[in-house]
């Protein structure tokens, strides 16, 4: 069965750089969710998007944007990199905004600040 | 706020030995619980769900019943396998929040052979 994609799976950038994330969701799920994971931390919700309009916000830095296109993927553009923006970050999608489902994660981007 | 609390890792057992991992909350309203799993190196995997008071859970041979008496969501396991060495992540849905989730801090499992 398809996933979710991410990509890349692991980025390095240098401090004060710019990095994007890409997420491809399930076909047919409408309704992608961004969460960060520190090292030895529990994942932190960022963003959401539903039908390409952004749902939902949570711990999400100003220097980080991010959209749902009309193919409902999404991206994360995050700049002005900081060292403690060091993590790997999430992607989910489910099909409308099902709490009840839980929803897939794909495997993550590592991205490493230098 | 709607928050997630779990034992405190790391939990170490010998293969074939009997696995809880407490889970509580606090929420407004009646959550959906869940109970991810995350292996080294891996994203997250959903390993069971329920979505109202009394449901039980249940997958690869884990449950956990939803008590809302207790706002407890225990973890368990009766007989664990070196394969199942991960970390568990509990959480927490609410309706009103539009899916986000809640993590508890994750719970590493460490099964010996």
């Known amino acids: 069965a398809a996933g979710v994609i991410q990509s890349p799976r692991h980025l390095i950038k240098e401090k004060r750089e710019t990095a994007t994330l890409k997420c491809y969701p399930i076909?047919?799920?409408?309704?992608v969710y961004w969460y960060q994971q520190g090292p030895g931390q529990d994942p932190q919700f960022l963003i959401s998007f539903y039908e390409k309009m952004q749902s939902d916000k949570g711990s999400i830095p100003d220097r980080f944007s991010a959209q749902q296109f009309s193919d409902y993927h999404s991206e994360l553009n995050m700049s002005s990199l900081e060292l403690g923006d060091s993590a790997l970050y999430f992607c989910a999608s489910s099909s409308g905004r099902a709490v009840s489902y839980g929803y897939t994660f794909g495997s993550g981007t590592r991205l490493t600040v230098v | 706020g709607n928050s997630v609390t779990q034992m405190e890792g790391p939990v170490t057992l010998s293969e074939e030995a009997f696995l809880t991992i407490n889970c509580t909350y606090t929420?407004?309203?009646?959550?959906?619980l869940f109970w991810y799993v995350q292996y080294p190196g891996e994203g997250l995997q959903l390993l069971l769900k329920a979505t109202k008071a009394d449901d039980k859970g249940s997958n690869k041979g884990f449950e956990a019943t939803y008590r809302k008496e207790t706002t407890s969501f225990h973890l368990e396991k009766g007989s664990v396998q070196v394969s199942d060495s991960a970390v568990y992540f509990c959480?927490?849905?609410?309706?009103?929040?539009?899916?986000?989730?809640?993590f508890g801090q994750g719970t590493e499992l460490s099964v010996k052979p």
């Open positions: 959480a927490l849905s609410t309706g009103n929040q539009g899916g986000k989730l809640i």
């Open positions: 929420a407004t309203g009646y959550p959906s």
């Open positions: 076909p047919r799920h409408d309704t």
